[in-house]
């Protein structure tokens, strides 16, 4: 009894079971948690979807979008590509079928593309990478493609086109390739503009004007041909008509002879001038 009544005694029996109940509870509240553990991913994964309003379901939705976005988007991309390689593929095919030479300077003047009408007509295997003063090292303008009549070099003409300033149309030079064929071109450049007006680049179009040049310098020799033969035939037929009319009037027979030959001659003559000029005609003809 004593014992029970000592008051240290006492407080050692309260401390005792406060710590037995403290360790009670803690006990019990761990098992509790463990469970709730164990039974919080398995609603996850077996139990239907949360609430329209939960912000488990407000993810999901947001993750969904955002795969659908970048779906659309990568085939939006994909369509593009393939329009793009149509577009580059249809543009290569028209430009190598061309027979005029089409090439594009970007805005620094180098070559940056050229078709295979191009690459013949001046005379390079690959002309990409040079400048126009490298491709016209050999032109010249033709006098009747030189306004000002001073010398300009080709480069100098192009200019204005080259920088974006304005197009150079229907410019003929004489053109002379590396192995020393000679042609007669004719060329345009037109600067190409963005929405800006800043310069994307040049395009230039080479025309062979060679065989029209030959046609035009065959006909100019033909008609100062032509010219001198009709020059030539009425000198003829005048001395004809002449020697005729003093043969009509004469009476000598002697100067009747001599104009008689004179009218031979021209007559000869006037042959051999037709035959030699219809001759050059049938051999035009045939080269042609």
Request: glycine residues 6%.
């Amino acid at each position: 009894m004593r014992l029970l009544t000592n008051p240290m005694i006492l407080r050692m029996g309260l401390l005792l079971f406060a710590a037995l109940a403290s360790f009670g509870l803690g006990l019990f509240a761990i098992r509790r948690l463990r469970k709730d553990l164990v039974s919080e991913p398995e609603s996850l994964n077996y139990s239907p979807l949360a609430a329209e309003g939960s912000p488990v379901h407000a993810y999901h939705a947001v993750i969904q979008q955002l795969k659908q976005q970048k779906h659309e988007l990568t085939t939006l991309q994909l369509a593009e590509r393939r329009k793009a390689k149509a577009s580059d593929t249809l543009s290569s095919t028209i430009l190598s079928n061309l027979s005029c030479g089409v090439l594009f300077f970007n805005p620094s003047g180098l070559v940056r593309q050229a078709n295979a009408a191009a690459r013949t007509l001046l005379g390079f295997a690959s002309p990409v990478g040079l400048q126009a003063a490298d491709l016209f090292r050999t032109a010249t303008l033709r006098p009747e493609a030189n306004g000002s009549g001073s010398e300009t070099s080709v480069e100098q003409a192009l200019a204005p086109a080259l920088t974006g300033k304005a197009a150079v149309r229907e410019l003929v030079v004489n053109y002379f390739t590396r192995d020393g064929a000679s042609h007669v071109l004719e060329v345009t450049a037109s600067p190409v503009l963005a929405d800006d007006a800043t310069l994307m680049g040049t395009t230039l179009v080479i025309t062979d004007k060679t065989d029209i040049e030959r046609i035009r310098h065959d006909q100019k020799m033909h008609q100062e041909a032509s010219s001198e033969l009709a020059l030539g035939l009425r000198d003829s037929l005048a001395s004809i008509a002449g020697c005729a009319q003093q043969l009509a009037c004469s009476r000598d027979p002697e100067l009747a002879h001599q104009l008689a030959d004179s009218i031979a001659h021209e007559a000869a003559q006037l042959d051999r001038t037709i035959g030699s000029f219809l001759g050059g005609a049938r051999a035009a003809t045939t080269s042609s």
